[in-house]
């Protein structure tokens, strides 16, 4: 739709022609992004687009209570532009990845290190945010860690026990997905996009076959966005399992610990029954889904379902009335709302800061225009909400789920879409369990694709965990990390 | 809630850890398929059709005339070359055992070579010594978490690693060997060789999943290396994207001479 100004207006799992979108300096882009930001809005995605004759930068906007997104973009610009970080700062990251991948500066940006330090690159001294002082020492903290988790460095400032502040650098994932997207979809695309976060494989998966039946011009059938809803609140119950059984660990209350970590390897193995694989691999592809749900397995599904989501109800409510788990909850690593809302958090850690944000209910796509699972949401912003957030998840996803079983719709589950049509840009926004998963896509005139951003929810995240680290006891580190539970790969792509 | 309650549960529920390898083994979902099966000498003369749909390019055709070779170690198991088969010449074996100790050991589709050679058990000496109590540092250099997680599940009640006297340690100081996932980044690169020369002689890695075996998905990458064994000496190789758990407890148990006569059959 036309409106005034940079912007044009799409929802979500919508397109709008690329060549169509009008054209502004990088300076009145920067400044109608951070308008529109102070104004409510939420920045999806802001990156670089390059050209021959500079580098172009795009940025998506989401106003998620008027179910509404924007989108705009710059002249090419070749060397600087003035930053958005310092009018808003969650821009930060963007902004060091446009700088790392384009080496475009954002002038005025605080902050300008790498973000994941792509081989070959300039050498840069990895130089970390430094406090003074006799008293103060500093922690360094990875890449490899102590368990089975993947690879990052932590940096603490410490007095003391007190963390004063926490510098987060990852970039040991990166595989070059980005990278590789220009001139697809190529036959390893759809692989690629399972495996940009295992974990969030079906998040992932929709969002890019989505995507794609946008650039097509043709929805899949009803069918297998329906089944697509199923295995994505699958994903939800086994992982929000996980992290509260690994959340007791953490605090030493063991019941819930053994016992969760056997019922989420019970979801898993729900989506294997739906797709012969525990992570959901091999179902999602652009036009439907490869597996149905015949009548028999649905049974079977929701019989199980019943029987899992009964045991994680019984192990994780011992969490809330045993005091010596309330104690190490209650008041840790705490996010206020309006940091929460400045940082542009999102998922779990966003609702558990009292923030109404949800995809599935914002910006609802897919099945969800027809089938809404309410919005679950916690004040408090510690690890206690961001547990209280998945508990009460766990409940809403399994009422869905059965709720979903009852009244399959009929129909196919698979068509292959048409060839994506050229000049177009098309987003698509899905809520994974960590929360929001955004694709953004652009095709040339051939229809491939000019360029592909991938925001996974850790890449906003990741630095509301290194708040909620401020004034803690760096002993209570693993323990607010594991009520984030970020992932490494899905930042460093 | 009583103070009772967690106990109760326990009381009620038993033991939880499943009866394998005494008993049978855990069946794979059915849509699982196990590993795959390629008899070459059924390929239809001419026919390339499972070439083109492979995404990490795992089938080749080694002479215009001859049979497809499929490299199980980089094969994601997408299922879609078992569909494009016209004379099911790929099919799937409903085997949950794969892991083996060489790399061409993973190379299907010759005549007696339809299928994977298992690996065999560690030397005498090594099995001596590692047999009984194993310790393993686990690294992720660019997995995607899959391997991982189900690597982890192993620690779980219904699987209870720690009986075997596998247990994963904090410290590479403190291991007799490495378990490597992901294709190796050249981020990590680095934090992977050193990692390796922490652990003591003599030692092992076992590479999990397509990824670590042949770079998987990101197979080609400038950013990846294709495996870990392009950076150390891999002692055993575990297919899958990711494998199932009980393939990598197989693996594991396997190397240990471990496994009840009936699963170690080679």
Redesign the interface.
Known sequence: MSRPGPFRELSNGGGVSWTGLPECSGGTLVASTADELARGGRLCAWFGLPERAGVRLVAVVAHDAENLLLVGRSEPIQESYPALTPLQPQAHLFEREIREQHGIVPAGHPWLKPV?????SEPEPLRFFRVEGTEVHEVAVG??H??????GHFRFQCAGEEVLHLEIAL???????E??LPGGPH??T???M??????S?LAHATAHASVLETLGGEEAPLRAQWLRALALELERLANHTGDLGALSGDVAYL??A??C??L??DF??LT????????G??LVRPGGC??DLEPERAARLGDELRRAVAGTL??A??LW??LSVRARFDGVGVVSSERAQELGLVGVAARASGIVRDVRYDHPAGWHRFAQVPVTMWPGGDVFSRARVRWLEVQRSAAFLQEQLAEPPDGPILAAPPAPSPDTLAVSLVEGWRGEVCHVAITGADGRFLGYKIVDPSFHNWTGLALAMRGQAISDFPLCNKSFNL???GF?L | ?SVL??IL??LRSGC?TMPYPEGPPPPL?????GALRVDGAKCAAGCSDCL?????EAIRRPSPDGPVSLDLGRC????ACVQACPPKAITHSGEHRMAVRRREDLILGEPGREELRLAAALETKLRTLFGRSLRLR????????????????L????WDLGRFGIQ?V???RHADGLLIT??V????RL?LEK?YAAVPDPKVVIAVGA?AIAG????G????ANGADAVVPVDLYIPG??P??LTILDGLLRLLGRLPARDAAI
């Open positions: 994941r330090r792509e081989p070959g890449p490899v102590a368990g089975i988790i993947e690879p970039g040991y994932q990166h595989r070059g997905i990278a590789a036959r390893a759809m692989i690629q399972e495996t940009i976060a295992g974990d494989t019941p819930t053994a016992a970590g056997k989420r390897g898993l193995n294997a029954l739906l797709c012969g694989n525990r992570f691999r091999g490869l597996h019984e192990a409510g011992w009335e045993s992932s490494y790969c460093d | 809630m309650d967690p549960h326990r939880q979902p059915d849509r699982h398929g083109p749909v492979c995404p990490t994601v198991f997408c299922d686990q690294v992720s250099a660019g997995g995607c978490n899959g391997c991982e997680a189900d690597t982890n599940v620690g779980t009640i219904g994963f904090a410290s590479p992901g294709p980044t050249a981020n990590m934090a990692t990824c998987g998905p990101f197979v990458h400038p950013q990846v994207c990711p199932h758990p």
